[in-house]
């Protein structure tokens, strides 16, 4: 599983944005299997095929992106629209990883190198693998409120 910020404003439509500019004609080779806005969940690429979302994890990894963005502040990260998107998105996970029987944990840049199963992150396969310059979901993302939020769920 992996975690993403869109880089798009908080809004009630940013997932249906998402998945409009996914799956439109003019959109460059970005995909990803699902958007979460506080609102709803869309879904762009099925699960069992491959999204280009994280050079290196593409091809076993699941990609989820939260709107919102990287930069955001440990503050921004705890106001209504965020606590929804994490809520939601730890719904999401619970469900993939029962479905994919990945464990609830955290998976660094040196575990995905020996394929190591589990949630992780754009800048943790940035660190890994080195094919990209993205650090989304950003330094201030709530990793371990997230991964309690997904085993409640579990």
Same mark, same amino acid.
């Given at each position: ?13 940013? @997932?249906?944005?998402? !998945?409009?500019? +996914?799956?439109?004609?003019?959109? =460059? ?5 699902? /958007? ?53 998105? @730890?719904?999401?996970? !619970?469900?993939? +990883?029962?479905?994919?029987?990945? =464990? ?5 840049? /040196? ?44």
């Amino acid at each position: 599983m992996v975690l993403h910020t869109a880089e798009i404003a908080e809004t009630l439509t940013s @997932a249906e944005a998402l !998945a409009r500019w +996914c799956n439109g004609s003019g959109a =460059p080779r970005a995909s990803w299997h699902f /958007a979460v806005d506080s609102d709803s969940i869309t879904q762009s690429v099925k699960e069992e095929y491959v999204a280009w979302h994280a050079p290196g994890a593409n091809r076993v990894g699941i990609g989820i992106e939260m709107c919102g963005r990287a930069a955001q502040t440990p503050e921004q990260w705890d106001d209504d629209f965020s606590r929804s998107v994490l809520w939601r998105t @730890a719904r999401l996970t !619970a469900a993939l +990883c029962r479905r994919w029987n990945l =464990p609830v944990q955290f998976v660094d840049a /040196a575990a995905l190198q020996y394929n190591v199963r589990g949630i992780t992150t754009h800048a943790e396969v940035t660190k890994a693998f080195k094919k990209s310059t993205h650090t989304d979901p950003g330094k201030h993302f709530p990793m371990d409120e997230f991964l309690r939020l997904v085993r409640e769920q579990g």
